[in-house]
């Protein structure tokens, strides 16, 4: 257990809708990394938190925010979703630089 | 535009082999370059990590080998067996961001 929790762990919504996944990161852990990962395109970089600010931007599509509260909890937002949005949503947190810790991921279906 | 390019996709070892993954990368401000462990429907989970100021780190049966003058690192899994079987990523980091390579799935047969 990597201490980083995820919810939900599944969800499946239809074309067009909104949802929001959430992330819990490690006691102590300031910075929380979203990514997507689907079959054909590995891990691929969404976005970076750090104390509640932007930090870093990967290929996140406009159709997507986060962000992260006070408690440094975050939320990843998606909205109009499109069946290709189908993936596993990982969060994972950082006590700085390194060693990012990993959730068990939200596998979303879009239908 | 893929940071860190890994290889191969797949691989197939007997018990008891050697398995060898390979990573590739151009940006020399990375300073870290961890190893990531994902078994199916989990999380990936480090497994072990290197800084370009060593050339080579041995965690038990793993070890990652750094060649920092052919931007190049690979792990080695010694006498791999049937539980190493999973999906293998190598990364780099500036510090700021994680670029993951595309991940290598490894069967290690009984």
């Known amino acids: 257990d990597s201490g980083v929790t995820q919810t939900p762990k599944h969800l499946i919504t239809a074309t067009g809708q909104r949802v929001t996944l959430r992330c819990s990161p490690r006691s102590g852990d300031l910075s929380v990394y979203w990514y997507q990962q689907s079959l054909d395109q590995g891990l691929q970089f969404l976005i970076q938190?750090?104390?509640?600010?932007?930090?870093a931007k990967g290929n996140i599509l406009e159709r997507f925010s986060a962000q992260q509260f006070p408690d440094l909890h975050s939320e990843l937002n998606l909205s109009s979703l499109e069946l290709g949005d189908s993936a596993l949503y990982f969060c994972a947190s950082s006590p700085g630089e390194d060693e990012a810790f990993f959730g068990q991921g939200t596998r979303l279906t879009v239908v | 535009q893929q940071q860190v390019k890994q290889s191969p996709q797949s691989l197939i070892v007997q018990k008891g082999g050697i398995s060898i993954i390979n990573c590739a990368y151009e940006?020399?401000?990375?300073?870290?370059f961890p190893w990531y462990q994902q078994f199916p429907g989990k999380g990936p989970a480090l497994l072990i990590a290197i800084r370009p100021d060593v050339s080579e780190k041995k965690e038990g049966r793993f070890t990652i080998s750094f060649n920092k003058s052919a931007k190049q690192f690979s792990l080695h899994i010694m006498d791999s067996q049937p539980g190493d079987s999973a999906t293998y990523f190598c990364a780099a980091s500036t510090g700021n961001q994680f670029y993951f390579g595309t991940g290598t799935s490894l069967t290690v047969i009984p």
């Open positions: 938190y750090y104390n509640g600010e932007e930090r």
């Open positions: 940006n020399t401000a990375f300073d870290y």
